[in-house]
DNA sequence: CAACAATCTGACCGATTGGTCAGGGTCACG
DNA sequence: CGTGACCCTGACCAATCGGTCAGATTGTTG
C-alpha cells in the first residue's frame, strides 16, 4: 500500500524530484524560491508566511504547496545550495597564487556578494544569527573542514615571510564581517551616510587599504 | 470619557507608568524583560511567542500581560533603552584625548559589549537585519548624528597627522563590523574554531594588532 | 479531438498565536 | 483583622498559521 509500482506517470511525485521535468515545473519554482528568498531574508523563517510567499511569487498557496511540499522544503531548497556558493570564493583561493594577491581577491569578491547578493547574505545571517538550527550541521563539518585548510595555506605564506604574522582564522573571520556587515546592516549603513552616497564605493577603497596595511609585512 | 480624573487609586494603570510602583511590579517586570531578551534576541519579534517568553520567566501568559500591554511593547520596552547603552562606548570618545588610544579603546569596550552583552547585540541585530521596522528613526537621527559628530572629531586627527588617512564613517563601520560579529555569528565562528578555543582571546589580539596597523601613520 | 496527466483553486481543517475577562487569592496598611 | 488595592489564573476568543482535499481547469500527446 505505501509503495507504488505502477508509478508509470503518476501524478504528486513533484516533490521527490529535485530537477523540474516540465517548463511549468521550471518557471514556477524558480519563481517560488525567489519569493521565498526575498520573504525569508527579511522576516527570517518564522517570521514569513506562506501566505507572503505566495503573494510575492504571484501564485496561491496552495500552489505553491504544489510543488514544495511545506514550508520547511522550500527554506531548506533555498539554503541547501547556498553554504557552497558562499563559500565558492574561499575555495578558489589557490594555495600556489601569490599570499596578498589572492587574500586581496578573495575579500574583493566577498565585498562584491554583498553588494549583488545581499538577500542570500541576510537569509545566511538570520539563519547563523539564530542559531543556525537548520545548518548546523553543515557549519562544524563542511565550513570548518574548508576553513582549517585555507588556515594551514595562510600560515604557510607567513612562515615564508610573505605576509605578516596575523592569526589565519580571524583574518578569514574578518573578511567575513567586514564585507558581509555592508549586506546585512544595509538599512543601518545608509542611514548613517544619508540617501546620497553609495556604501559600496567607500567600502570598497577602505577595505583595499586596510587589508593591504594589515597584510604587509 | 477617554480621560479618568478620579484615578486615585484606580488599578490597570500599569501599563502607563514606565517605573514600577511595588516590589513585586520591579521584580516581575524585570524577569519578563530579561526572559523577552533571551527569546527575542535567539528567535527574532515574530519567531517569539508570548508563551515562550512567559516560560522563561516562570510567569503565566496571562500574567505577563498584566505588566505589558502587549508583545509589542515588551519589545519595545526592551529597544528602548538599547541603542544608547550600545551607543555609549562611542559617546565616551573624547575629542581631547590621544587619537590612537580613543579608537582603540572605543574598539576594546565595543569587543567586550559583545563578550558580555551577546543578547542584546543579536537583539540589535535582528532589528536591524530585517530592515529596522521599530527603531528606525532612530537610526537616521540620532545615530547619524552621533556618528557624523565623531567622524568629525576623526577628520581632524587625521589632518593633525595624528592618525593615517582613513575614511572615518567606514573605520567606525569596520570597528562595528568586527566586534559585533563575535557576538551575532557566534555560533559560526565557534564551529569553525572548534570547543576548546575561546573566540575573544584570539579576536582581542588580532583587533589590536588590525588597528595599530590600520590607525598608525 | 479525445484522453490522460499536469496544474491550479476555493473551501476547509486543526493547531497556534496574541490577547481578554471574570473571578479568586494575596498583600499591605489602618 | 478587615478592607481595598494589587496580583494572578483558567477558560476562552478571534485571527492567523501551515497544510489538505475534492474537483475544476489547462496543457500535452497520440
Chains 1, 2 share one sequence.
Do not use: C
Not at 545608509?190 to 587599504?209: C, I, N, W
Amino acid at each position: 500500500m505505501t509503495d507504488d509500482p505502477k508509478s508509470g506517470g503518476a501524478t504528486d511525485l513533484t516533490h521527490e524530484n529535485d530537477k523540474p521535468r516540465t517548463r511549468i515545473q521550471k518557471v514556477n519554482r524558480k519563481k517560488i524560491l525567489d519569493a521565498a528568498l526575498e520573504v525569508f531574508s527579511a522576516q527570517g523563517f518564522r517570521g514569513a508566511t506562506l501566505d507572503q510567499i505566495a503573494a510575492e511569487a504571484g501564485l496561491s498557496k496552495p500552489n505553491v504547496l504544489y510543488y514544495f511540499p511545506s514550508k520547511e522544503a522550500i527554506h531548506a531548497a533555498l539554503l541547501a545550495g547556498l553554504l557552497d556558493i558562499w563559500l565558492a570564493p574561499l575555495r578558489a583561493m589557490d594555495p600556489q597564487g601569490e599570499p596578498r594577491d589572492e587574500i586581496m581577491s578573495y575579500m574583493r569578491r566577498k565585498l562584491e556578494m554583498s553588494r549583488e547578493m545581499p538577500r542570500e547574505s541576510r537569509l545566511f545571517a538570520n539563519e547563523v544569527l539564530q542559531g543556525a538550527p537548520r545548518i548546523g550541521d553543515g557549519l562544524s563539518t563542511d565550513l570548518k573542514a574548508l576553513v582549517d585548510d585555507k588556515a594551514a595555506v595562510i600560515r604557510d605564506w607567513i612562515a615564508q615571510g610573505k605576509l605578516a604574522p596575523v592569526d589565519p582564522h580571524h583574518l578569514i573571520f574578518s573578511i567575513w564581517a567586514l564585507t558581509q556587515h555592508y549586506a546585512d546592516f544595509d538599512v543601518q549603513v545608509r542611514a548613517v551616510l544619508g540617501p546620497d552616497t553609495d556604501p559600496f564605493d567607500g567600502a570598497g577603497k577602505f577595505l583595499d587599504m586596510l587589508f593591504t596595511r594589515l597584510l604587509t609585512p
